[in-house]
T-cell receptor, first 112, second 117 residues
């Protein structure tokens, strides 16, 4: 079993739909990251969370440390949101290199 | 957010040649940079952790003589794929680490697609 599990693996939505991508992890973490990878390959860091909730535009990320679970929500989805969304966790404190462990990603396609 | 660049973005080379990929943090100093590779439809795999002024730490199964990493300054790390072979064809991504609120935060480069013929 992977240390970081994402669901669903693939998701197709219609424009305007509310989207949720889930991430569960099995290890103690110092932070959780949500990343976006577009078809060209470049990766953008969307959020880094250690507790609670963060919002940026139409994106919302939440984390429940006790349940070892995080969700990424996209409101009013748009075709330009089509990408692979990757959950990653970092372990160790600020004095360590804190390598990331990645989930396998959720491939999202938003249709017109 | 902080910007990390990679050069080149795409490279095609013949088998047996060496290829150097640069990773630069453009507006911050990064004491640690990470190198990843990604095969099609798979997630990122950490290859090595690069600290400025010291030897890189390689993950298990990654040949350090094959993938040479140099982190000569706080803004530049290079990955050299030596004697490249077709199986080295992959997408190579770097990230640079800065501290944010007591926790590490990583910013990713746009990646380099290597094709070895």
């Amino acid at each position: 079993k992977n240390e970081v599990e994402q669901s669903p693996q693939n998701l197709t939505a219609q424009e305007g739909e509310f989207i949720t991508i889930n991430c569960s992890y099995s290890v103690g973490i110092s932070a959780l990251h949500w990343l976006q990878q577009h078809p060209g390959g470049g990766i953008v860091s969307l959020f880094m969370l250690s507790s609670g909730k963060k919002k940026h535009g139409r994106l919302i990320a939440t984390i429940n440390i006790q349940e070892k679970h995080s969700s990424l929500h996209i409101t009013a989805s748009h075709p330009r949101d089509s990408a692979v969304y990757i959950c990653a966790v970092s372990r160790g404190g600020p004095g360590t290199a804190s390598k990331l462990t990645f989930g396998t990603g959720t491939r999202l396609q938003v249709m017109l | 957010g902080a910007v990390v660049s990679q050069h080149p973005s795409r490279v095609i080379c013949k088998s047996g040649t060496s290829v150097k990929i640069e990773c630069r943090s453009l507006d911050f100093q990064a004491t640690t940079m990470f190198w990843y590779r990604q095969f099609p439809k798979q997630s990122l795999m950490l290859m090595a952790t690069s600290n400025e002024g010291s030897k890189a730490t390689y993950e298990q199964g990654v040949e350090k003589d094959k993938f040479l990493i140099n982190h000569a300054s706080l803004t530049l790390s290079t990955l050299t794929v030596t004697s490249a072979h077709p199986e080295d064809s992959s997408f190579y991504i770097c990230s640079a680490r800065i501290l944010a609120g007591g926790y590490n935060e990583q910013f990713f480069g746009p990646g380099t697609r290597l094709t070895v013929l």
